[in-house]
């Protein structure tokens, strides 16, 4: 498998050649998914069981621009609840233009918390500050966990303060 590296000749050939497929499903480490309504949570799971690192976008590019409605999709829960168990050896996560909620980090850190290295939260939305009250477990058990332009909403002083220590403490 070292000797083909580009993720599109491996699929072009896995499509041909039925051994080579399960090779492909056995072997392979990571997977990108350009849009969450491309497959299934499940078809991921049973078509990649040893899978180590998901990339995962949400909403089209257009959202960034506001042209696409705010409630449009690209809603993470689906993917957590049907990935955050099932796949073992799963260390990185990467969400993109998704909307993350509060319980669907908590259902991270209950099932991936001492396994999880990195969970990357880009252009997200709709989580809270809540959900950065299990970000002490996230820091324990992560060698790097991100927030990188993600909106918080409905943040206050206080919420910004706390938000402000939170982010502190992760650099001791």
Known sequence: MGYIEDPRDREAISLVCRRWYHVDALSRK??????????????????????????????PRASMFNLIPEDWGGYAGPWVHGIA???????????RRMIVRDDD????????????????????????????????VLAKTSQHCSWKKAQLLRMTMDGFMRLLSTILCWRC
């Not at 168990?85 to 969400?95: D, P, V």
């Not at 969970?119 to 959900?131: A, G, N, R, Y």
């Open 30 to 59: 990571h997977v990108t998914i350009t849009i969450c309504y491309s497959t299934s949570p499940d078809r991921v799971r049973r078509r990649f069981p040893k899978l180590e690192s998901l990339k995962l976008n949400g909403k």
């Open 85 to 95: 168990e099932a796949l073992s050896c799963l260390k990185t996560i990467y969400f």
């Open 105 to 136: 980090i908590g259902v991270l850190v209950r099932a991936r918390g001492d396994k999880l290295k990195s969970l990357k939260l880009d252009k997200c939305s709709e989580f809270s500050m809540d959900s950065l009250n299990w970000s002490p």
